[in-house]
């Protein structure tokens, strides 16, 4: 098992932590909201070994949860015990490298990865689902972080799963899609359904203009929308030892756009400049035309070139832009527009207006103030155009996690509500969590949870509020 490195002396989040804990007491700094009665869950990359070649980003996931009720705070994590998990803890090391790939003195009995469930962790129709987009959800006990076993809605659905379906306010149902759906590195995206029940209502499949890395998608009330972007699949190269995946701008950008009461057959294609979006904010419908804000960077970072070559970092920092689509209009391509120069990523909004039209949203912003600009270190407060509301940040070396909001009330109006984030804390080596007013970032946390561990940097979380 690794050791827990010294991130402090290294200015760095990463590295992984060696051990499961439970702190079933925590000191809490400020007062936490008496209406804050249920659970942040969140969701990271941990690798249990070290893995030659293996980026930090496909380490085995560590749940994190933060357990609030009348004002005081508990904490648990706990590694998702996938059958990778279990066999190199088995082994007592590491026997998969990249993407799955098995390591050359790994054991002939070992065949096949099944995940790392390592990006989100979501509840939905009784079910809390960590998930990752190479596999099966992968149900999880809400109280002891146990692992279930992997979720097929009762063979409802097969093949990979995005870490980022949307759940519609208004119906609750779940909308999903998967790329790599006919095999690795292959063009096919599957997307489907499930109801507020838990049962799949709809399963189905087409072809991609080219096989692309598609980490999110954009639900509307009345549409879906499929980024086709050019961080590209290959197998080819995959088998000559080359990045299976890679940045290729000349394949272009496109968005499937196809009603989600229409068939696949249906989708047509919008195109624009290169570029490529991690996580989407928000979209929603204004008659004929559809406005999706992103996060939007000019060239792909973590990959690069087919050649191995790297992208330029200056193009590899996210930015909030808003695209627009015209299905009236006499063109095929669609507008990007950026609103903000800010640095951020993790955006979020009220997910009461998911796919409505929305008036507040937030996300992770870089301090182009600090020496360390890459890192997310704020939290920045935006209105329904990307003007920016309220902006915090953090001291010099700190770093913050995705914004997740959780509404004062289910009555409440949009944007009342708290945001919940964890902070590293550089100078000692440790985690917070933060608490703010959500229309009140500039005021700093209202409430400091705090950990004597670091939580690791990570990827998504939720709120599942107290039944």
Not at 30 to 35: C, S
Not at 258 to 286: L, P, Q
Request: proline fraction near 7%; include cysteine; glycine fraction near 10%.
């Amino acid at each position: 098992m690794q050791q827990d490195a010294t991130a402090n002396t290294a200015r760095t989040n990463l590295a992984p932590i060696p051990m499961e804990c439970d702190a079933p007491y925590l000191r809490v700094e400020g007062e936490l909201p008496r209406a804050l009665n249920g659970t942040l869950y969140r969701n990271g990359p941990n690798p249990q070994f070290e893995a030659p070649g293996a980026h930090w980003f496909v380490g085995d996931g560590m749940l994190h949860a933060f357990h609030l009720e009348n004002g005081s705070a508990s904490y648990r994590n706990r590694w998702v015990r996938t059958p990778k998990w279990q066999a190199e803890h088995d082994a007592g090391r590491a026997l998969f490298g990249g993407f799955g790939q098995k390591l050359p003195d790994a054991p002939a009995s070992v065949t096949r990865d099944g995940g790392v469930a390592n990006t989100n962790i979501i509840f939905h129709a009784g079910r809390l689902l960590a998930l990752e987009e190479g596999h099966l959800p992968t149900e999880i006990e809400p109280g002891t972080l146990h692992r279930r076993g992997y979720c097929d809605y009762d063979g409802g659905i097969a093949g990979p799963f995005t870490a980022h379906p949307k759940i519609d306010p208004v119906t609750g149902e779940m909308v999903f899609f998967g790329y790599n759906a006919a095999g690795p590195q292959t063009p096919a995206l599957s997307f489907g359904s499930v109801n507020a029940s838990g049962v799949v209502t709809r399963f189905d499949r087409f072809e991609a203009p080219y096989a692309s890395m598609v980490h999110d998608f954009i639900v509307t009330e009345n549409h879906l929308l499929f980024p086709i972007l050019p961080i590209t699949g290959s197998m080819e190269r995959a088998m000559h030892g080359r990045p299976p995946y890679a940045w290729e701008p000349d394949k272009g950008a496109y968005v499937g756009v196809m009603k989600r009461t229409g068939a696949a057959s249906d989708i047509v294609w919008f195109r624009a400049a290169s570029c490529y979006v991690f996580h989407v904010m928000n979209a929603w419908e204004e008659g004929e035309r559809i406005i999706a804000d992103v996060m939007q960077l000019e060239e792909a970072p973590l990959f690069s070139h087919p050649d191995g070559s790297p992208t330029d970092p200056k193009k590899s920092r996210a930015r909030l832009c808003r695209w627009t689509f015209d299905l009236a209009g006499n063109t095929d391509r669609f507008t990007q527009n950026y609103l903000d120069d800010l640095t951020g990523e993790f955006p979020r909004i009220d997910d009461r207006s998911a796919g409505l039209e929305s008036r507040h949203g937030w996300y992770a912003c870089a301090n182009p103030g600090l020496p360390m600009f890459g890192a997310l270190s704020g939290i920045v407060h935006v209105d329904g155009s990307g003007s920016r509301l309220g902006q915090y940040l953090l001291p010099d070396g700190d770093t913050i996690s995705e914004p997740v909001f959780v509404a004062r009330s289910d009555d409440a109006a949009e944007g009342d509500g708290w945001l919940l984030a964890a902070v590293w804390r550089a100078r000692e080596n440790r985690s917070d969590l933060a608490v703010f007013n959500a229309t009140g970032v500039d005021a700093g946390p209202v409430a400091l949870v705090q950990l004597g561990h670091r939580v690791p940097d990570g990827f998504h979380g939720n709120w599942v509020g107290a039944a």
